[in-house]
């Protein structure tokens, strides 16, 4: 069964409807876990804190086998959940942080994906945290082309 691992922050949350729709598409065909450095530590009271905030967003426990916490500075986490990934056989990664999904491939994930829209580090506009949720690029482009959404 394939292993599917995702991340929150700038991911599953700049598009929560769609995730949570392929999520749902996906059950019995994959496990599916979430592999996030948001929260901090790996305690309960934060992996509580971040599945309520899947949980808000659409994204309820029964989409998804766990949630993995890693905490350290950006290169730190960025090791921390490649070796995650790895350890646990993780087929599929799907996280915004290009840095995140450097360290992924490098540790042998076959499959890293990187939602363009709300990617992080590298920009070209200089600012490595620039995120943009799905519905705030389709009222900017809307607003470009003079409609309205």
């Given at each position: 069964?394939?292993?599917?691992?995702?991340?929150?922050?700038?991911?599953?949350?700049?598009?929560?409807?769609?995730?949570?729709?392929?999520?749902?598409?996906?059950?019995?065909?994959?496990?599916?876990?979430?592999?996030?450095?948001?929260?901090?530590?790996?305690d309960?009271?934060?992996?509580?804190?971040?599945?309520?905030?899947?949980?808000a967003?659409?994204?309820?426990?029964?989409?998804?086998?766990?949630?993995?916490?890693?905490?350290?500075?950006?290169?730190?986490?960025?090791?921390?959940?490649?070796?995650?990934?790895?350890?646990?056989?993780?087929?599929?990664?799907?996280?915004?942080?290009?840095?995140?999904?450097?360290?992924?491939?490098?540790?042998?994930?076959?499959?890293?994906?990187?939602?363009?829209?709300?990617?992080?580090?590298?920009?070209?506009?200089?600012n490595?945290?620039?995120?943009?949720?799905?519905?705030?690029?389709?009222?900017?482009?809307?607003?470009?082309?003079?409609?309205?959404?």
């Open positions: 069964m394939l292993k599917v691992a995702l991340d929150v922050e700038g991911t599953i949350d700049a598009a929560p409807a769609v995730f949570a729709s392929w999520l749902n598409a996906m059950k019995g065909s994959c496990e599916t876990y979430v592999v996030t450095g948001m929260g901090g530590q790996g309960a009271a934060n992996y509580a804190g971040v599945a309520a905030y899947l949980s967003l659409g994204v309820g426990p029964e989409l998804y086998e766990g949630i993995a916490i890693i905490s350290g500075d950006a290169k730190e986490k960025a090791q921390a959940k490649a070796s995650w990934l790895f350890d646990h056989g993780t087929d599929i990664f799907i996280d915004n942080d290009k840095g995140n999904a450097q360290a992924a491939i490098e540790a042998g994930i076959p499959l890293v994906l990187v939602p363009w829209a709300s990617r992080e580090g590298d920009k070209d506009d200089g490595r945290k620039a995120r943009w949720t799905v519905e705030q690029k389709r009222a900017r482009h809307a607003a470009e082309k003079g409609d309205e959404m």
